[in-house]
């Protein structure tokens, strides 16, 4: 008889046992649904788009709330104000990440930054982010982010993905069905999966994963998950570093061979640059397809008003480019209110504080799970307004319209986690949305049965890490003779030399 599932389960019940007995704090816990004894708040826990309910939690039980899932802790933050003061300024102890086993352990073995504790692997891996994406770094990138801007008139995927290759690994993406670009998403729809705070329960009981394969299904899956990853990943290092141009993964190798590195150990390096991929891959394609959306379901004068200063400022001889962003502002305005009405990861990825804290007169038990709602945090109405659901750019701007309020980012997290990717993600989302309103006039799709239009739902989308929206149809009609004539003459970017680009983006990223 094998004795690995009865102990697995002995250490489960007293695992629950412990975990679920009441706080010895005279403080209280937060305010929040009420709990049953034992499995805690688990039969209220959504199932689907839980970044809505806490936010209908929030307006019954107020800005930060506790959660028991079968005796973890889970702490919801639902204002600025909350996740600020707790992630940002008292970053030394909300800085970890909480520990989920599947994601964490099996689909990444602990390679992942995203759900590294704050500990020096993790600063380790940041480094190289912050040398990859810093604002001087971002900028240097520009003609990249331009060459990809005059191509994604095909396809938005495509010209993210694309643009971000083109500076890790030296090679551009041309084809949307591209096998690599494909199976990326599909790993990344996977991981999005993984790491859905409560809905695996080998992640509150890691012991679990001692059962025999058969009944730890998740086990196989993580490993085939990990496994296709760094091929994929290897395979594009390895072109990288064969490559005649410069690149990031060839100047990070080179500096590896050389004695020069960040300390990092090279198949850590490799998995780092991979894990770069996915970040841009994902929250940036998002965030442009939610802004086709909203052009097709919430245009109450936003797309007129951008394309007259549009219209003013380029004139209709050329495309936008970034020299002409300092005078542009209802464009940086677009962007802003695409990253709060549509925040890529509503829930955020979750924090962990190390040890037991404070706050407003509640106690935070050490090792919670703690959630900043980034979908709450956006649709505070005490700071955006009493209309947060709807689409509506001017709300960023002071009175004299030329003026961004500075209203708190929390689409790019908090803190010490901070997104190092924040700068690239605005200079690729500007360019593609001054570049698509001046161009073209985005509408809903015809049905080929009755060539009405199709109705485009803004509230339908995945549930995940990501919040995607689902597929609908779109039309893309270019706004006058002029579009066709400047995109003609700009011609077919893949003629362009992109290798002789990029090493003059090296040599400028050498100089920083």
Partial sequence: ??????????????????????????????????????????????????????????????????????????????????????????????????????????????????????????????????????????????????????????????????????????????????????????????????????????????????????????????????????????????????????????HHFKQNTEGNSLGMPLDELVFEIGTTIDAALDATTDSLIWFVVACITQDRGFVVRARKELDAVVGRDRLPSPDDRPNLPYIAAIVEEIFRWR?????????????????????????SIVVPNVWAISREEAVFGSDPDDFIPDRWLDEDGKTLKPFPPAVFGYGRRTCPGRYFARNTIWIVVARLLWSFDIKAGLSEETGESIPVDPEACTYGLIMRALPFKASFQPRGPWVRDVITRDGDTYSKDHAAMLNKVGGDFMKL
């Fill in 1 to 250: 008889m094998q004795l690995a599932p009865i102990v697995a389960i002995i250490r489960l019940i007293i695992g629950i046992y412990i975990t679920t007995r009441k706080s010895t704090s005279s403080l209280p816990l937060p305010p929040g649904p009420k709990p049953l004894p034992i499995i805690g708040n688990l039969h209220q826990a959504p199932k689907s788009h839980s970044w809505r309910t806490y936010h209908e939690w929030s307006k019954r039980y107020g800005p930060i709330i506790h959660v028991n899932i079968l005796g973890q802790p889970v702490i919801i933050l639902s204002t600025s104000e909350a996740a600020h003061d707790l992630l940002a300024i008292r970053g030394a102890t909300f800085s970890d990440r909480p520990y989920l086993f599947l994601a964490t352990d099996l689909a990444m073995k602990g390679l992942s930054i995203l759900f590294m504790n704050y500990n020096d692997q993790f600063r380790q891996h940041q480094r190289v982010q912050i040398s990859v994406f810093n604002a001087t770094s971002s900028a240097a990138y520009l003609p990249f982010q331009i060459l990809e801007s005059q191509q994604l008139m095909h396809d938005l995927l495509r010209a993210v993905a694309s643009t971000i290759h083109t500076l890790l690994y030296g090679f551009r993406v041309k084809d949307s069905n591209d096998p690599m670009l494909r199976a990326l998403v599909d790993l990344n729809t996977e991981f999005s999966e993984f790491v859905r705070v409560g809905a695996h329960i080998v992640d509150l009981f890691p012991v679990l994963n001692n059962l025999p394969g058969f009944l730890a299904p998740w086990q196989a899956k993580a490993e085939n998950h990990f496994t296709t990853k760094c091929k994929l990943r290897n395979e594009s290092f390895r072109r990288a570093v064969e490559s005649d141009a410069w690149n990031i993964s060839k």
């Fill in 343 to 367: 925040p890529a990861a509503p829930e955020a990825a979750p924090h962990a504080n190390r040890e037991a804290t404070t706050y407003n007169g509640y106690i935070i038990p050490r090792g």
